[in-house]
């Protein structure tokens, strides 16, 4: 089996708080280490009431700090919400603090609404997904503080500039960013959680245009893959129902808290509900560690992937805690070095 990760959104759980949820983050981040989990991102997302995660850095300065050797990083960043050199400013503190463990994953969606996405970005002035390889450009630059002497920001550094700098990396969900990281030489992370269908094209058009850099010499791609492991896979599809009807929440504009499986189970879904939540989640991977096992296998075999990075949410802290060990037995005994 491939090295596997580990993706948190941190999940706020209906009947619980945001602070709770960091703190089952931080727990989680340290089983992880002590599992052998490959790295542990977590993602950027704002005003959804169920996902704590919304500041990466800041976040990441925590879960570094609160582990010791595995790799910690952002699954994503979301570049259009943010100033390059502030990025650059905040992963150059975390890589110096500590030295080969960080990831820069970096994506061009917005992570919210419209609406929060104006909020960030100050108004309608702010940048836009259009430019986003001006922008990542310009980032990748001031980490490698080699901008050229023409260029207009050539005269600022950022700081601090660590020895051992962010190892960066491109998400997507399509085949743009694909190509994207193909062109820079860098590695791939494909959200295959939520875009089964672009999977496969997406990491052909990768690996046929890929371009070797000093980062990498050949390609490698990791897939985001969401997971529910129980003892019995009548446990697992029990507590999927939250991720089910969280889904179908998000879907129709209401997103919340992760609904409680016993909420789930009683929802009285229409069948138009019923395809949306088979359309957002007919990916998903639930099941005892027999089963989730034969169907990574399987993803992995027909995509190719080098890494298959885990994301689970449900209710219950403890059940999502036992999912991730759960996979535990499965990983390879690597090294906590860069890809």
């Not at 790799?71 to 994503?76: C, E, I, L, Q």
């Not at 371009?211 to 490698?220: C, F, G, I, K, Q």
């Not at 939250?242 to 009683?266: D, F």
């Not at 929802?267 to 560690?289: D, K, M």
Request: charged letters at 15%; proline letters at 9%; glycine letters at 8%.
């Amino acid at each position: 089996m491939p090295k596997l990760s580990i993706l948190d959104l941190a999940p706020v759980a209906d009947g619980t708080t945001a602070i709770e949820a960091l703190a089952a983050s931080t727990d989680l981040a340290r089983h992880a280490e002590a599992w052998g989990y490959r790295r542990y991102w977590v993602a950027e997302h704002h005003n959804m009431p169920g996902i704590a995660s919304s500041s990466p850095a800041v976040l990441l300065a925590h879960l570094a700090a609160a582990t010791s050797t595995i790799r910690v990083g952002s699954g994503g960043v979301m570049l259009p919400n943010h100033a390059p050199l502030v990025v650059a400013e905040q992963f150059g503190t975390l890589a110096a603090l500590h030295p080969g463990r960080i990831d820069l994953g970096l994506g061009r969606a917005p992570g919210t609404d419209p609406v929060t996405a104006s909020a960030l970005r100050r108004g309608a002035g702010g940048h836009a997904a259009d430019d986003f390889p001006d922008q990542l450009g310009l980032l990748l630059a001031f980490l490698r503080d080699d901008l050229p002497a023409e260029h207009p920001c050539a005269s600022i550094r950022a700081v601090p500039h660590a020895p051992v700098p962010p190892e960066p990396w491109l998400l997507g969900s399509s085949g743009y960013s694909a190509q994207v990281a193909a062109f820079l030489g860098l590695p791939f992370a494909f959200a295959h959680h939520f875009s089964p269908a672009n999977t496969l094209p997406a990491l052909e058009l990768y690996r046929s245009r890929f371009r070797a850099s000093e980062v990498l010499s050949e390609p490698y791609a990791l897939v985001g893959v969401a997971v529910v492991c129980a003892d019995t896979d009548e446990e697992a599809q029990y507590l999927h129902g939250s991720t089910r009807l969280s889904m179908l929440r998000l879907r129709t504009g209401r997103p919340g808290p992760l609904p409680t499986p016993a909420e789930a189970a009683s929802f009285p879904y229409t069948p138009a509900e019923e395809a949306i939540v088979a359309a957002a989640t007919g990916s998903h991977l639930v099941g005892s560690p027999r089963s989730v096992e034969g169907a990574l296998e399987e993803l992995l075999a027909t995509t190719g992937a080098d890494e298959a990075m885990v994301t689970t949410s449900v209710h219950d802290r403890s059940a999502r805690l036992h999912s991730y060990e759960l996979l535990a037995p499965l990983l390879e005994d690597v090294a906590p070095g860069g890809v």
